[in-house]
């Protein structure tokens, strides 16, 4: 697996500098969200808002009444939890091309409750004019930053920063999902690092005799229900959605919702977050503790399908680890 640094540093670079009338804003995370290099190759084009969210998001909508994009870079857990009336008011209700680029989605950061953005696809999609996206390997990362700009309106963007696996060949296209596998049995459902979990976790359970379907999902919103019940449909058992987010509001919930309005009668197994936050420590152990790994989503596929496969964590290739702290700055949690 080819791993990617800083996919998101260079890919916005690239796009800003090509199109003048992109800025660039931050909010005191500037290394933190990759764009530090931007800041000082470009300072023409880049703002330093201060720890100030909420003025920062009210002065976007400004920006975009002005005929320029902003691209609002932070955590995303900062991005609508303290400002969430200038979003709804200076934002998506005039609908402004502003590009919220959310960094450390779900439980991709060791900082606890403060910093784990897990209920921000329910909230985001919830709101009028909102587009939703998320990057779930390199090539997604790279190819967010110009599908993102090309909305007529705002957009929510789930950022992965850092090294980064390259899984995909294609670019991200807004709407389009991804079938990673035809399979017949148990249909998958998965976005963001979620994704990568899924991968291990398919191999082992072709070798045990259980054929998987597998969906990639980038776009949340707009978000396509005929094609997930269609996908539903073709299999014999059920369906598995597995994400960084709390499972309420989040893939769980629009998985369900399609197929309930669908009339479909599929078991459905949702796993995230189960109605809890999350606490600190290491991606790989955050997943494994709160039944986000391959492990888990095979135990899910045994459920549904209704089959022992006996593949236990040996089975598994190793997943990744990521180190849990920035050397450079205490801010880069």
């Given at each position: 697996?080819e ?7 260079r ?8 199109h003048p009338e992109v800025l660039?804003?931050?909010?005191d995370l500037?290394?933190s ?11 023409d ?7 100030a969210?909420?003025n920062?998001?009210s002065?976007?909508g ?6 320029f994009?902003?691209?609002i870079h932070?955590?995303g857990?900062?991005?609508y ?19 919220l680029?959310g960094?450390l989605?779900g439980i991709?950061?060791p900082?606890g409750?403060?910093?784990?953005a897990?209920?921000d696809i329910?909230l985001?999609?919830?709101i ?6 998320e990057a779930?390997?390199?090539t ?11 909305v ?8 992965l920063r850092?090294s ?5 060949a294609?670019?991200?296209k807004?709407g389009?999902i991804?079938?990673l596998a035809?399979?017949?049995d148990?249909?998958v ?13 398919r191999?082992?359970l072709?070798?045990a005799?259980v ?6 999902l980038n776009?949340?919103?707009?978000f396509?229900?005929?094609?997930i019940?269609?996908h ?5 058992h059920?369906v598995?959605?597995l994400e960084?987010?709390l499972v309420?509001?989040g893939i769980?919930s629009m998985?369900a919702?399609?197929l ?5 009668p599929?078991?459905l197994?949702?796993l ?5 936050y999350a606490?600190?420590?290491s991606r790989?152990y955050?997943?494994r503790y709160?039944?986000l790994d391959a492990l888990s989503l095979?135990?899910a ?7 022992q496969?006996g593949?236990?964590?040996e089975?598994?290739?190793t997943v ?10 205490a801010e880069?949690l």
């Amino acid at each position: 697996m080819e791993m990617v640094n800083r996919p998101y540093a260079r890919a916005f670079e690239q796009y800003a500098t090509q199109h003048p009338e992109v800025l660039c804003l931050s909010a005191d995370l500037t290394s933190s969200c990759e764009i530090d290099g931007f800041r000082d190759r470009h300072p023409d084009q880049f703002l330093s808002m201060g720890m100030a969210e909420q003025n920062m998001l009210s002065f976007a909508g400004g920006l975009g009444l002005a005929g320029f994009r902003p691209f609002i870079h932070s955590f995303g857990v900062f991005l609508y939890r303290r400002p969430y009336d200038q979003l709804m008011a200076s934002i998506a209700y005039p609908r402004r091309k502003v590009r919220l680029m959310g960094f450390l989605p779900g439980i991709t950061t060791p900082g606890g409750m403060t910093h784990q953005a897990i209920e921000d696809i329910a909230l985001m999609r919830a709101i009028p004019n909102m587009t939703v996206l998320e990057a779930g390997d390199a090539t997604e990362v790279e190819s967010i930053v110009a599908e993102a700009d090309a909305v007529d309106g705002p957009v929510y963007c789930r950022i992965l920063r850092g090294s980064v696996p390259r899984l995909f060949a294609t670019p991200m296209k807004i709407g389009q999902i991804r079938v990673l596998a035809e399979g017949s049995d148990v249909l998958v459902v998965t976005a963001g690092i979620a994704t990568e979990e899924a991968l291990r976790a398919r191999a082992a359970l072709a070798e045990a005799g259980v054929s998987v379907r597998h969906l990639h999902l980038n776009t949340h919103k707009p978000f396509d229900a005929a094609q997930i019940v269609d996908h539903a449909a073709s299999v014999r058992h059920g369906v598995v959605t597995l994400e960084n987010h709390l499972v309420t509001g989040g893939i769980g919930s629009m998985v369900a919702e399609a197929l309930a309005e669908a009339g479909l009668p599929r078991r459905l197994v949702r796993l995230g977050l189960q109605d809890t936050y999350a606490h600190g420590g290491s991606r790989p152990y955050l997943m494994r503790y709160y039944g986000l790994d391959a492990l888990s989503l095979v135990r899910a596929v045994e459920q549904v399908a209704g089959q022992q496969t006996g593949i236990t964590e040996e089975s598994l290739e190793t997943v990744r680890i990521d180190a849990v702290h920035s050397a450079v700055k205490a801010e880069a949690l």
